[in-house]
């Protein structure tokens, strides 16, 4: 399945989206941020998801931003950041490459265990990321990537 061909319900939303994911993540996240008195909160959603999933729209982030705001101890200041939210996920690819991420070590797959299916939406924008990027994607996949 190509990129372009996800799945997608009647009402363009890939059949992937998990209902309100990250705004379940994001408060879980900012309860132990505000208990450990930090002063940001980094989410690595990115342009390409948010072409599908309402959670990852910047839109989306700003109005959880003032939610923040509203929904903590007046004393807190946490700032909810998305580095990556205008970029594509070959930018971040690129951008890791030069930095040495050790891809290996990191996941993208709906499927809990290994190998990487190397079909579903996650798969398929990663390894088109990679080649993009001109390079190899470490991880292994129970699909075989493919090269075209």
Known sequence: ??????????????T??????????????????EATDSEALFIGA????????PDCRQAFFD?????????????????LKTPF??????????????LGVPYDMTWSC??????????????AFRLEAFRNAGSRDPIAYAEPPVTS
């Open 63 to 79: 109005a959880f931003q003032n939610l923040i705001d509203v929904g903590t101890k007046p004393e807190t200041d946490i700032e």
């Open 85 to 98: 939210v205008e970029w594509s996920k070959t930018e971040i690819a690129e951008r890791g490459l030069e």
């Open 46 to 53: 990115h342009s390409e998801d948010f072409s599908g999933y």
């Open 16 to 33: 992937s989206y998990v209902p309100f994911r990250n705004a379940n993540l994001v408060s879980v996240a900012i309860s132990y941020a």
């Open 110 to 123: 709906y499927r809990d265990e290994e190998p990487a299916c190397g079909t579903c939406d996650a798969c």
């Open 1 to 14: 399945m190509g990129v372009a061909d996800a799945d997608l319900e009647s009402d363009g939303i890939p």
